[in-house]
């Protein structure tokens, strides 16, 4: 699977919505697949089905 760069652009209850930088899609996930630490604004990376922060 591609890597992806993602940015959470809101929180509603346990689930994020997601923006993808490049292609501006947007993903709706479950805060239990994304790292602690993760709120509005957060910067992603998704590569080999792992959630990383990066900004």
């Known amino acids: 699977m591609t890597p992806h760069d993602y940015k959470v652009i809101s929180i509603q209850g346990e689930y994020a919505t997601l923006r993808d930088i490049d292609s501006g899609d947007e993903l709706f996930i479950s805060l239990f697949l994304l790292p602690d630490g993760t ?8 590569e080999d089905l792992t959630y990383e922060i990066t900004g």
């Open 39 to 46: 709120d509005i604004g957060t910067q992603l990376h998704y």
